[in-house]
């Protein structure tokens, strides 16, 4: 059950002053957490190493099954929208002490076992020059939607000077947060060129498969080009500290495997590939990809998440062995009485009772009126009840 997965040691290794990576347990991913601190101060780190999060995504024994929440930071927290009052929201992910604050708030009040990074799929886009906003209650919008081949020289590389604010709070953040484990992240090829094509959120795609079936060429060079967008701005959280990156297809699911093989899968390996040399995880998540599962962890992922449609143990058939698994509590049903909740949760637990690695989520992103008390219990449920 437990195979190494033989991944080679990147250079950067060489140093790390963690000993205990370079032994047989720990050989499956090679650790790096948070070397690459802006200080130039190596940190063991070891705590870090060691967390419930980090030894599940590498498929070893856990002292609990892990907890954490896609968009567990932001929505409605009432301290979340305290600090956020009269600030823009592409505004507040460019100021290291308010992505600091707002990425420590649900570690503090729920106790999840990995913090993700306050920011949004679309910020590596602004920071290249594309004019966009998010809209509350509607998400994206793009003021000139990239749909010919002369739009595609608005998309030019990512450098780690377009994002200075992101190494310094990423470094303050892995300071201030210990032994828990900060999660990096970044929209997916597919899903940011969809809003880029459409100009905003989409439930058809029309545009978007329009290029992709009629001008295969521009698709696969606009693919191309956000896949280096995205590897660069994984590149830049990684080594600035996050311990983990996870990458958001969250509209993958619109696609037949066929047509995610051709036309999508190429360009996430890419970004994928990007990450690799560092052994941070690697978790690939979308909604509604129940059909895809296996073909995203195909793509490169350590670790793939699942939403509800999928019930645990089936996802792991789909995937095939050496990954991890991620989900799947569906997020409505927060909003049921507490023992709907747990008989839910414990449902899923008992379905990845027999997977090689666990960590427990929703099956998609935190909705804005859940009760912030519902997972807090929650996080509290999982923990007791996988006590080993
Ligand atoms: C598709 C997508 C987006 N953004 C993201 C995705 C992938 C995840 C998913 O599938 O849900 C990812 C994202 N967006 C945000 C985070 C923060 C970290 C976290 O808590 O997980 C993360 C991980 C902050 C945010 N991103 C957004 C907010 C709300 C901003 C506000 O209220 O001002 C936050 C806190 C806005 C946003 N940005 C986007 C949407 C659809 C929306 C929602 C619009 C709305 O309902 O108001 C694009």
Redesign the pocket.
């Known amino acids: 059950m437990r195979g190494r997965v033989g991944r080679t040691r990147p250079a950067r290794r060489e140093g790390h002053p963690c000993g205990a990576c370079l032994s047989a347990t720990h050989a499956k991913i090679p650790d790096v957490s948070n070397q690459h601190r802006p200080t130039g101060q190596p940190t063991t780190n070891t705590a870090t190493h060691d967390s419930a999060f980090l030894r599940a995504c590498r498929r070893e024994e856990v002292p609990h099954t892990p907890v954490w ?7 409605s927290l009432p301290e979340y929208l305290k600090v ?1 009052e009269g600030v ?2 592409l505004e507040s992910c460019t100021r290291p002490e308010l992505i600091t604050e707002i990425t420590m708030q ?1 570690v503090r009040r729920h106790k999840v076992d990995a913090a ?7 910020v590596p886009l602004r920071a290249i020059g594309i004019d966009l906003d ?7 919008v793009i003021a000139d939607p990239v749909r010919t081949r002369a739009d595609l020289d608005r998309l030019r590389p990512l450098t780690p000077d377009d994002v200075p604010y992101v190494t310094e709070a990423v470094g303050l953040l892995t300071a201030e947060l210990g032994a828990t484990p900060l999660i990096g ?1 970044a ?1 997916a090829p597919f ?1 940011l060129a969809s ?1 880029l094509i459409e100009g905003g ?1 989409s439930r058809t795609y029309e545009r978007t498969k329009a290029m992709m079936y009629g001008e295969p060429d521009l698709w696969s060079d606009l693919v191309d080009r956000l896949a280096a967008i995205t590897g660069a701005f994984l590149k830049v959280q990684i080594e600035a500290g996050a311990s983990a990156v996870q990458l ?1 297809d ?2 993958a699911g619109a696609l037949a495997p066929d047509d995610y093989r051709r036309y999508v899968m190429p360009a996430s390996s890419k970004v994928f590939a990007e990450a690799a040399p560092y052994g941070v995880p690697r978790i690939h998540f979308g ?1 509604g990809t129940g059909e895809l599962l296996g073909l995203m962890g195909e793509a490169g992922a350590d670790v793939v998440g699942v939403d509800w449609r999928v019930p645990l143990d089936e996802a792991a058939r789909r995937v095939g062995p050496g990954k991890a698994l991620q989900g799947n509590l569906d997020p409505a049903v927060l909003f049921a009485p507490r023992e709907a909740v747990e008989a839910k949760a414990a449902a899923a637990l008992e379905a990845a009772s027999g997977l090689e690695g666990h960590v427990f989520n929703l099956g ?3 909705m ?1 009126a859940t009760d912030p008390d519902a997972l807090t219990r929650l996080v509290e449920f999982v923990h007791e009840r996988t006590a080993r």
């Open positions: 929440f896609m968009r567990q930071a932001g929505r956020r823009p929201m649900p993700v990074y306050f920011s949004d799929i679309v998010i809209k509350p209650g509607v998400g994206p992240f929209g899903t809003y959120p958001f969250s509209w909604v998609h992103g935190v804005p």
